[in-house]
């Protein structure tokens, strides 16, 4: 069974540039997050999705960030425009319904010039 | 608000010694504690989740106990391995939208 999948790996931009991350979760599985990971500490939770719905977006950034999830299977969180302090890198994890276990994809790594 | 903590932040043990990570929380109304093993330049793989009603859980080499009332979980590694060595991270899930509250982590080194 394939895990998370994560695209890009790394990404290098300048300061208020745009950036995408993509997402695909475990197959089946409903629920997907959005972690932020800065040096040196645990993730933090940016959104959570259940099928297309988005139940908690409280610790995202909505100014610059914003995500989706149009068919309840793949998404994509973008930022717009980047600013120096998002360099960090970025989690999506995934969970089924009959488990709390969160699964977790290899991450992009943003640096931002 | 939850806050995890995780210390030290560091460790190296040699190859062989059985070792004990800690983590404490401040809220005890917690529904699950994970422990995750996080590897440089890799996402996080889980290790052992212990349900609030559970004392401990066991996987291989691995026991992960919790005490709610005191708010600490032990992560216990026996015969630790070079293979081993890796960032430990414990997080809590408050049960709220079954949102994870992560400690910093604990980056353990094993020595041949």
């Known amino acids: 069974e394939a895990g998370v999948v994560q695209s890009p790996r790394y990404k290098i931009i300048e300061k208020k540039q745009p950036v995408a991350f993509w997402c695909n979760p475990i197959s089946g599985h409903n629920t997907l997050y959005w972690y932020r990971q800065n040096l040196g500490q645990g993730p933090e939770l940016l959104i959570r999705y259940e099928n297309e719905e988005a139940v908690d977006d409280s610790q995202l950034p909505k100014d610059r960030f914003s995500a989706e999830r149009l068919k309840g299977v793949d998404s994509t969180l973008k930022i717009q425009p980047a600013e120096l302090g998002d360099s960090a890198v970025y989690l999506c994890?995934?969970?089924?319904?009959?488990?709390?276990?969160?699964?977790f994809g290899p991450g992009t790594r943003l640096l931002v010039l | 608000k939850q806050e995890v903590t995780q210390i030290p932040a560091a460790l190296s043990v040699p190859e062989g010694e059985n070792l004990v990570l800690n983590c404490s929380f401040t809220d005890s109304a917690i529904y699950n504690l994970q422990w995750f093993r996080q590897d440089p330049g890799k996402g996080l793989t889980s290790l052992l989740l212990?349900?609030?009603?559970?004392r401990e859980q066991t996987s291989g080499r691995l026991n992960a106990s919790l005490d709610k009332s005191s708010g600490r979980s032990t992560l216990y590694i026996a015969a630790s391995q070079p293979g081993d060595s890796a960032t430990y991270l414990c997080?809590?899930?408050?049960?709220?939208?079954?949102?994870?509250?992560f400690g910093k982590g604990i980056t353990l080194s094993v020595r041949p």
């Open positions: 997080a809590v899930d408050t049960g709220a939208n079954s949102k994870l509250t």
């Open positions: 994890a995934s969970s089924s319904r009959d488990s709390e276990t969160q699964y």
């Open positions: 212990i349900q609030s009603s559970q």
